[in-house]
């Protein structure tokens, strides 16, 4: 048996390490951040081209609309290889050295970052590319922070069942996740137009509030539930 | 009192009655012989539905004869929520101590509410094209009725996508609770944010309030909601004894 002693600071040891080993080998395989880097370069660019046949900018609700279900996409694909690319030996030779909950929290916390920073780059291409209606950026950019969280958490146990699963997992992740994130879309939607529209930020305030709670219920029930899908 | 204080009472109250009946329901699907039960949810259904189209209803624009649909339209919603709670208890119960045939009854309890959300959203469909007009409308209320029966689509999908009994069990129920979480509370609370609903209940529609407050309708509205809810564990009870032996024979 592990040493119970000090149960918080060892977790957060083995969420670190866990983060870095991500980190360390996304950026040794660098095939797949490329591949993710060159999905939303390319999605923007086909919006750009396919605007500007109309002359130009799309009108700020398209604006809006396109923004986020590329994020969604891509995400889905960031999120997929997570548990998908570890073979069942490497995954049972983690499952020996920490606990379950440090892997499902270590993995949420590296997508969170990872979609942050798609969003980041996502949004810098937009800007480029389509104009920036936004009229709130800061708004727009929290907004952003709590999509990157939320599609993470709901995004990480999903495809940790898909890869159960087997077979095609990034379908069966799309099946699955979607329709758990339209009502997180719904929401993120309605404050980032809040704020391309520069309205008063008291009207976003419920929204944002309620996105919080959902990102804490989800990360909740993930880090409850994957004991019992890492049994297997 | 309050205003807060009688709406946090009500709250409460409504949590108590919701977890006695997925208890009491749970032990009706499980019961076995021939309960009084299923005679009292044939009266409740079958006298809701004759005494919902012959009473005097109260004659609102647009809506008139309608009206009558509430009997039909809303206990089925209420029976798929009870039913899906239910499913929802097995599935956790199930990971707490696996068995086959926990999971058979988690599984059968969400197939019954499957068809129960269809039956209510067919009959909402039917109802909103004769008061507003369209077969669908993109409200935040009918968007949460087709966003539960996605969750429970995929869920199907999942336990179609696995090969090994025990794996589908494990992973199928751990699913039904994370959707569960995720997605079901807000699809009560996002109507409220919205405020722009056409659909009765909490986001206004003020000639719709007047319904509750009819003295008539509301015991046979009363009635149907438990027959519909008795119905579903009824359904229930049934498929999951079918497939109970089903699995018995395969073992032997």
């Known amino acids: 048996m592990r040493p119970e002693t000090h149960p918080l600071p060892v977790l957060l040891r083995e969420i670190y390490a866990l983060l870095a080993k991500d980190f360390r080998l996304e950026w040794r395989q660098r095939a797949a951040l490329g591949g993710l880097v060159l999905y939303v370069g390319s999605t923007v660019f086909v919006c750009f081209l396919s605007f500007s046949l109309r002359g130009g900018q799309p009108p700020a609700p398209a604006w809006n609309a396109l923004f986020w279900v590329i994020l969604l996409f891509a995400a889905v694909n960031a999120v997929a290889k997570g548990f998908m690319q570890e073979s069942p030996g490497q995954r049972l030779y983690y499952y020996t050295l920490v606990r379950p909950q440090a892997i499902i929290l270590a993995k949420m916390l590296y997508n969170a970052l990872l979609l942050l920073g798609v969003g980041l780059l996502g949004l810098f291409l937009y800007t480029t590319f389509l104009g920036n209606p936004i009229q709130d950026l800061s708004l727009f950019l929290a907004n952003l922070v709590l999509g990157a969280l939320g599609f993470a958490t709901t995004l990480t146990l999903v495809s940790g069942i898909a890869a159960k699963a087997g077979g095609n997992g990034a379908t069966l992740m799309a099946v699955l996740g979607f329709p758990v994130m339209i009502p997180m879309l719904l929401l993120l939607i309605k404050v980032s137009k809040n704020a391309l529209d520069g309205l008063d930020r008291g009207l976003s305030q419920q929204s944002i509030i309620t996105l919080l709670a959902l990102n804490v219920i989800v990360a909740g029930t993930s880090y409850l539930l994957y004991p019992f899908l890492w049994r297997g | ?252």
């Open chain 2, 1 to 252: 009192m309050s205003k807060a204080t009688l709406g946090i009472i009500i709250s409460l109250v409504s949590l108590v009655v919701t977890v006695g009946a997925v208890w009491g329901g749970q032990r009706l699907i499980e019961s076995r012989g021939r309960g009084a039960w299923k005679w009292v949810a044939v009266v409740l259904i079958v006298g809701s539905a004759v005494a919902g189209l012959l009473i005097p209803v109260p004659r609102l624009p647009i809506v008139n004869e309608s009206i009558r649909n509430l009997f039909f339209h809303v206990p089925m919603w209420f029976g798929m929520i009870m039913v899906m709670l239910v499913s929802i208890v097995y599935s956790m119960q199930y990971l707490r101590r696996p068995s086959a045939r926990l999971d058979i009854l988690a599984h059968e309890a969400a197939k019954t509410g499957i068809l129960l959300g269809v039956l209510g959203l067919a009959t909402g469909s039917l109802w909103a094209r004769y008061t507003w007009g369209a077969w669908w409308t993109p409200d935040p209320r009918l968007n949460a009725a087709a966003v539960a029966l996605l969750i429970y689509g995929a869920y199907l999908v999942l336990r179609g996508s696995f090969r090994d009994d025990q794996q589908r069990a494990r992973v199928s129920a751990i699913y039904n609770i994370f959707a569960f979480a995720a997605a079901i509370p807000l699809l009560f609370i996002l109507p409220r944010i919205s405020g722009n609903s056409l659909h009765p209940g909490q986001t206004g529609n003020p000639g719709f309030n007047k319904y509750d407050l009819d003295s008539t309708m509301r015991p046979v509205f009363y009635a149907a909601v438990i027959g519909w809810i008795l119905f579903a564990f009824w359904l229930t009870q049934v498929s999951s004894r079918l497939t109970l032996l089903q699995h018995h024979h395969d073992d032997q």
